[in-house]
């Protein structure tokens, strides 16, 4: 029924671009999908040889996908066209389609519905040159990583003779080809090294609502994704798979943590930033800990959807630099700055953050292996603090500046709710407990 359901759903928001109906009524109804769906989708059953739930005792994949939706739906302008919320559906219906399938063709299907919906959201506001050369830019890299995704998935399948996704056991050099392109793929979307260089201009070239869109959503997706296939097993043909994953994780960090500090625009600094962040989620991977790498990935959500919409709600449709916040903490907008304050020191693994217990779940994952990444990975915590706290400190020193015409009611009330999340949950750890102990595959 939850199936059937998101399908009607989905034509339905279609339907009703041939209507006049306005921005606002179409995000509420947006809002209300989400939370009907995610009624619904904890007690679906699953289609037979298609989709596999994930399942806790209480936590779906699907629910992930669908949480992440609802909080974006408050980003979307309310004077705007309608549209957007229909390219959200679809991106969601993609979502949950990709998280939940264990059949190789259905995922690609899944993964490029969300493709479809990123590349409306991001033509849909595009007006200026360095929108267009944004948009080119993830469409021509997406396009590519597309067809090698059905080249990897074709040659799985041949040496396979299935297209269910299988754990890998056979060192046969077209399946480790196959392997190897499919999970390029997956990292692209993750924005991931070293299929990174696409994230710092899309970010920069998107407003801010679509780029809080691509920030989180296809991330949560694609995180899921790798998090099942590596806990499945599927991986495992790949030759020296804890040395790739090892590689992977610690370049993430240090070419993230190294390429925000040289920047002076807020999006590209939180461009580099959250990849940096996503190389905290990869880490657990190489010693096969996919719990600790799930509390990485909610908890890299939570914080990016509080720093995103509170830097929107602060600068308004500026893309502001270090000292353009200067005195942001004493302007009628504080709790904007509280909130942004909160998200920075969240990403850079403060105490009594959200950050810093996500921090120690993905190093302690990892104490057993190569000393050089656990140890790595403490460095770049280090080194973080450093850029953090050169965006941190213009927000409480003194001075004036002028405050965004008219800061949506709806994206200040998100940042200050996922702000004080990133709190409650560093000091009341027992629910990220819970959802480590009860993950299933």
């Not at 549209?83 to 389609?97: A, D, E, R, Y």
Request: include cysteine.
């Amino acid at each position: 029924m939850a199936w059937v359901v998101a399908g009607i759903l989905a034509l339905l928001f279609m339907t009703l671009e041939l209507f006049h109906v306005t921005a606002r009524m179409s995000r509420w109804a947006l809002a209300g999908s989400m939370i009907l769906l995610m009624g619904l989708f904890p007690v679906a059953g699953a289609v037979p040889h298609l989709y596999a739930r994930l399942v806790t005792d209480q936590l779906t994949a699907q629910e992930l996908v669908l949480g992440t939706t609802l909080g974006l739906t408050s980003v979307l302008a309310t004077d705007t066209n309608p549209l957007s919320s229909t390219l959200l559906m679809i991106t969601t219906i993609g979502g949950i389609v990709a998280v939940s399938a264990n059949n190789w063709l259905v995922l690609f299907l899944g993964i490029e519905t969300i493709n479809v919906g990123i590349y409306g959201l991001m033509g849909q506001y595009s007006r200026t040159r360095i929108g267009d050369e944004a948009l080119l830019k993830f469409f021509l890299l997406g396009t590519i990583f597309t067809a090698c995704e059905v080249a990897g998935i074709g040659l799985i399948g041949g040496v396979q003779g299935s297209l269910q996704i299988l754990r890998s056991e056979t060192g046969h050099p077209s399946l480790i080809f196959g392997l190897s392109v499919v999970l390029a793929a997956l990292l692209f979307k993750m924005g991931s090294f070293p299929f990174h260089l696409w994230a710092p201009d899309t970010y920069e070239g998107t407003p801010w609502a679509t780029t809080t869109i691509i920030a989180t959503l296809p991330k949560i997706v694609a995180g899921t994704v790798l998090i099942r296939l590596v806990a499945h097993g599927t991986f495992a043909g790949l030759p020296h798979e804890s040395t790739m994953w090892d590689t992977v994780a610690l370049g993430t960090m240090i070419v993230g943590a190294l390429g925000a500090w040289r920047q002076q625009r807020l999006k590209r600094m939180l461009a580099y930033a959250a990849i940096s962040q996503i190389g905290f989620v990869l880490m657990p991977l190489s010693e096969g800990h996919p719990n600790a790498a799930l509390i990485y990935l909610v908890t890299y959500i939570l914080i990016s959807l509080a720093m995103l919409t509170a830097a929107q709600a602060l600068s308004g449709p500026t893309d502001p630099r270090r000292l353009d916040l200067v005195g942001a903490l004493h302007t009628k907008n504080r709790w904007a700055a509280v909130a942004l304050i909160l998200s920075l020191a969240g990403f850079g693994g403060f105490p009594f953050t959200l950050g810093m217990v996500a921090k120690l779940y993905s190093v302690e994952a990892v104490m057993k292996g190569p000393p050089i990444v656990w140890l790595g990975s403490l460095l770049v915590t280090g080194f973080t603090f450093l850029y953090y706290f050169r965006w941190i400190y213009p927000l409480f020193a003194p001075g004036s500046r002028e405050l965004p015409q008219r800061p949506i009611f709806s994206i200040t009330m998100t940042s200050q709710v996922a702000a004080w999340l990133i709190v409650i949950l560093g000091i009341w750890t027992y629910p990220m407990t819970w959802l480590t102990e009860n993950w299933r595959r």
